[in-house]
């Protein structure tokens, strides 16, 4: 058995069980890395854990992490979220499935704000699960929009997990956002189509409102949707038109949800002390992850594993697209146990050189990668979204909230089959567009 087979056992079967005795995912990393260094090549063989770790550190793309933390954040603590919702929910109107679809809507539009999905999840269970409890909807139809639709957080710009996928891959993270847009919205509507053709076949799944809200009521809602709209256009708007880059573009975005906030009168010494402590608590999270698994990657690279792996995977005899879909799976499995971002940062560095060998566009695949993420969020048994849902409603069944979600991740895995055989979809905006 060679070398790097025996390093690649040691060090990703040390982390499974690592991962099975419940420690935390940045530690877990770290270690095994410190360790394998360690036994390879004694002290000495610790600076290139060093040497990864400083390189993350002055990267300034990083500074976008915390402050898209910080809009989602804020927005989870005003009530900002909660009159968005109220609108969408008039909007949609005497139509049967409205609410889920006005659900779907709003965490969708929540995504663009917040850039992560238990922002946009945990905020859209909050909001959204009284009311539709209310009108009788029945859960498989409430839990499965919200964490469904919760997921595209990470997809939906200003995606965190597209940052860092573009800060690992060199490509442009306003391409890379363009072309998450164009594959997050046409999930999004997916889904709507899928809420609506269901409580057409059953009736009693999502009855209509008995009332119709007049047009005055909708006019009025309309209001509660212009700061939002305010804060979307000013961190969008910013990165497609070619004015910002994302780190900037963060920066506005979070002043803009501040301004809001001070508008709206909700911004007091209580609200700016709680947002800055839980910012800073998910942000540590997210960069210790990355600081462990910057350091598993420099030494299993430094004992030729990455080398290894990816020959392996050039060598194998099969076509191009069987090999894409072969990496693609590996990614979905992943996703059912391990964090996202951890997987970015052990998957990426091994899978992106042969994607580009093999000639396939890398915005695209940048796109396809992060769906499969999406995917991993709500696919049991770890998914983290089915665990912010239970969170939500301890009361409800494990096994309610799985069932619930099953028909949307079929829906988002014909979504990424598509994408993959037709990739025109995800690259036709990012191909016009003058962004950074």
Not at 314 to 320: A, E, I
């Amino acid at each position: 058995m060679s070398p790097e087979v025996l390093l690649t056992i040691g060090m990703f079967g040390s982390l499974v069980l690592c991962i099975m005795f419940g420690v935390s995912l940045a530690f877990a990393l770290g270690s095994i890395g410190v360790i394998t260094a360690l036994l390879m090549w004694g002290p000495a063989g610790l600076m290139p854990i060093v040497t990864g770790v400083f390189n993350y550190m002055w990267m300034l793309l990083l500074a976008a992490v915390p402050l898209f933390v910080f809009i989602g954040v804020a927005l989870s603590k005003s009530k900002i979220a909660e009159d968005m919702y109220d609108a969408f929910y008039l909007w949609s109107g005497r139509l049967r499935g409205g609410l889920a679809v006005g659900t779907c809507g709003f965490a969708a539009a929540l995504s663009a704000m917040t850039g992560n999905c238990s922002a946009s999840t945990v905020t859209t269970g909050l909001v959204a699960i009284p009311p539709m409890r209310q009108r009788k909807y029945r859960e498989t139809i409430i839990f499965g929009s919200i964490g469904s639709a919760g997921t595209l957080g990470i997809l939906i710009p200003p995606s965190i997990t597209l940052i860092v996928i573009g800060m690992m891959t060199g490509q442009s993270i306003g391409k890379l956002f363009a072309g998450g847009l164009v594959a997050g919205v046409g999930i999004v509507i997916l889904f709507m189509i899928y809420i609506v053709v269901r409580a057409w076949l059953q009736p009693d799944l999502c009855p209509a409102l008995e009332e119709t809200p007049s047009m005055q009521e909708k006019l009025r809602a309309l209001k509660s949707v212009a700061l939002p709209t305010l804060i979307i256009l000013s961190i969008l708007g910013s990165l497609f038109f070619g004015i910002a880059t994302p780190t900037e573009a963060s920066s506005v975005g979070a002043l803009a949800v501040l301004l809001c906030v001070i508008i709206r009168g909700e911004f007091n010494w209580t609200f700016f002390k709680e947002t800055a402590y839980q910012t800073a608590s998910i942000t540590g999270m997210v960069l210790w992850i990355m600081f462990g698994a910057s350091g598993f990657v420099a030494i299993y690279s430094g004992g030729g594993g990455i080398y290894f792996v990816q020959s392996m995977l050039m060598n194998l005899n099969v076509s191009p697209w069987v090999l894409i879909f072969v990496l693609q799976g590996a990614i979905l499995l992943l996703g059912m146990f391990l964090d996202p971002m951890g997987i970015i940062l052990l998957c990426l560095p091994l899978f992106y050189p042969v994607v580009s060998a093999m000639g396939f566009d890398p915005i695209w695949y940048g796109v396809v990668f992060n769906i499969a993420l999406c995917i991993g969020y709500i696919t049991p048994p770890f998914g983290y979204n089915l665990f912010y849902l239970k969170s939500l409603s301890p009361e409800t069944e494990m096994k309610i909230i799985f069932r619930s979600v099953l028909p949307f991740i079929a829906i988002m895995v014909a979504s990424l089959v598509f994408m993959m055989v037709f990739p025109g979809f995800v690259t036709w905006l990012p191909e016009h567009m003058n962004v950074h």
